[in-house]
């Protein structure tokens, strides 16, 4: 489904970027632009830019920009359709009943065909558990406790063990060999064809709205894999969903409890803390990360207290503070998950434990001295150095401060000595980093996360990118510009093509339309509108000067690439006088 380019830009023009962005991001005016945090990856001082006259979002920190419909897709995980129809939605306008191509129809119809298998499969599964022959699944949720409205709720079910039961009523309901192999649901092999699913009690696995997009399956007994997911279809992708969303989304609580699986999911919500997910049997993914951030800054880790269920947790705290999310763990000791602390001590003892869960860099201080004799004077000292290394990675330098008080006075150590170590291997740090590959890392709370290498700014980039803006703001200066930079003589190619969209006054959202393909160039399109803005009080003789520069910079650059490719002695003798004539230049 495609809209035209008038529909969207009439769909921009009642979207005021700020009125929506500012519905996520607390937005403050600086200058012409508005600043927040930015809402995709965790930072502690502002590079989140919104302009309101181009229309157009940038984060200086990890690079994301563009325009309303982008940002939409963006923060809300959505596709670009999906995107449009939300941002019309949200602003009132009603979009026109378009045409869709036979491809795009197909796709839609396949959807609404494989959402119909899984919601007659989910029924299928939830008569069978209540069902004789799903006695066994029956029986193994009432040894887990789970009450019938739990059951009911959750839809809970059972896959027998007919092997082809599942297959033989969904053939029976008119779906196709091809539609049932797409959907995950029916396994098609040399040996026949058989359900996926087989002696199983079955979790139905929803979306944000409650649709059924993929099924997870405990054996019953001895059998390998222990837990069973729907493959990927076009339906069900485990790293952008979480179990219990569709719920924990509606709990109004302002922060999520991220459990490990399954049963501790449904078990917490039974016992009353509704606003407890899942990842889908994977570990945490980024996707996933970014899904919680839209609807809470706060996580709770309730992974289980044993080696394994620590180490999950290790892994998730930087991948979560990576887009801004704080995260705090719960001391379940001495039972291993929630179910059996909730069973042993109660709902209220659970909630104090909420109430009382640690910081996550100061859980992990404690959870590195397990590996260290602190009886040993080299054991102490290693344990003091790796700790060090832990508080150097924070950047901010008041954060950084407080963590190196807070810790020394929990594990006894000298506060200057820690301090002086921390500052020395921050200095360090900072004096190996290689300007050549410069690297931006995303704040952690105790690790960097590398989140993409991006090659520094070059000057004559920086000049191109200011030029682009500041003919954005003033395309009377396009024709005089015009007598001197030609679109050839840019970087390259994506520079020429954007320069010849401001020489013919192209909207700046059109020209990230030319680039919507393509999300690297898509983003790099979008900061290049951001270069430093006028200000009312700019001197116009200052200003005039600093074009000027640019301009020279840009063209004396292209022409000595030329120069140095250039035989004809003619030819050079033009190129030479323009170099020279470039010096004199007045605007």
């Known amino acids: 489904m495609r809209y035209s380019d008038e529909i969207l830009q009439e769909l921009r023009s009642r979207a005021d970027i700020v009125d929506v962005v500012g519905k996520y991001v607390n937005l403050k005016k600086k200058g012409a632009n508005y600043f927040g945090l930015c809402p995709f990856h965790g930072e502690k001082t502002p590079s989140f830019s919104v302009n309101p006259r181009m229309q157009i979002f940038h984060c200086f920190g990890c690079g994301k920009g563009g325009d309303v419909i982008r940002f939409t897709m963006e923060y809300e995980n959505l596709t670009f359709p999906e995107a449009i129809r939300k941002v019309a939605d949200d602003v009132g306008y009603k979009l026109p009943e378009i045409n869709q191509s036979e491809e795009e129809k197909k796709e839609n119809d396949l959807r609404v065909q494989l959402l119909d298998i899984n919601k007659k499969a989910a029924v299928y599964f939830y008569n069978a558990l209540r069902d004789k022959k799903g006695q066994i699944g029956m029986n193994y949720f009432k040894k887990r406790e789970l009450s019938d409205e739990t059951l009911r709720l959750w839809g809970l079910g059972y896959a027998d063990q007919t092997r082809d039961g599942l297959y033989q009523y969904l053939k029976s309901a008119g779906y196709s060999e091809d539609l049932l192999h797409q959907s995950g649901l029916i396994n098609y092999s040399e040996k026949g064809i058989y359900d996926k699913f087989f002696n199983r009690v079955m979790f139905p696995i929803m979306d944000a709205n409650n649709r059924v997009i993929g099924f997870g399956g405990r054996v019953l007994g001895d059998g390998e894999p222990k837990y069973l997911n729907s493959p990927e279809t076009k339906l069900f992708e485990k790293s952008r969903n979480l179990f219990g969303l569709c719920y924990a989304k509606k709990s109004r609580k302002k922060y999520f409890i991220l459990c490990e699986g399954y049963m501790d999911v449904i078990q917490m919500h039974q016992a009353g803390f509704t ?18 951030k839209r609807y809470v800054d706060d996580v709770i880790l309730t992974y289980d207290s044993d080696g394994a269920g620590i180490n999950a947790a290790k892994r998730a705290m930087p991948m979560l503070r990576a887009v801004g999310i704080n995260t705090r763990v719960i001391n379940l000791k001495p039972y291993k998950d929630p179910d059996e602390f909730i069973k042993a001590m109660g709902v209220e003892a659970f909630q104090d434990r909420i109430d009382n ?17 602190l009886s040993d004077p080299a054991g102490m000292t290693q344990y003091t150095n790796e700790v060090a290394s832990k508080l150097s990675d924070i950047k ?21 000595s820690l301090r002086k170590l921390v500052n020395n291997m921050s200095d360090l740090r900072e004096r190996q980093s290689s300007p050549l590959n410069e690297r931006i890392y995303t704040q952690t709370n105790f690790t960097p996360k590398e989140d993409k290498v991006r090659r520094k700014e070059t000057a004559l980039q920086k000049s191109e990118k200011q030029l682009i803006t500041w003919l954005q703001e003033k395309p009377e200066l396009i024709p005089k510009v015009h007598e001197f930079i030609l679109p050839e003589d840019m970087s390259d190619e994506i520079m020429g093509t954007v320069l010849t969209m401001v020489y013919n006054e192209t909207p700046a959202n059109e020209i990230l339309d030319r680039f919507r393909d393509s999300d690297e160039d898509y983003e790099r399109v979008a900061g290049m509108f951001n270069g430093n803005l006028l200000s009312e009080d700019t001197d116009e003789n200052e200003f005039k000067r600093g074009l000027e520069d640019i301009i020279r910079n840009i063209k004396l650059t292209s022409l000595n690439t030329k120069i140095e490719n250039e035989t004809d002695p003619h030819r050079l003798t033009e190129l030479f006088k323009q170099q020279s004539d470039l010096q004199n230049l007045k605007l």
């Open 357 to 373: 869960a640690k910081n996550s860099f100061l859980w992990l201080i404690d959870v590195i001295k397990q590996d260290y004799d």
């Open 396 to 416: 901010e330098p008041i954060e950084r401060e407080n963590y190196v008080k807070a810790v020394a006075r929990e594990q006894l150590i000298d506060l200057d």
């Open 275 to 292: 606003n407890a997910v899942a990842s889908l049997g994977t570990a945490l993914t980024d996707q996933q990360c970014r899904l919680i």
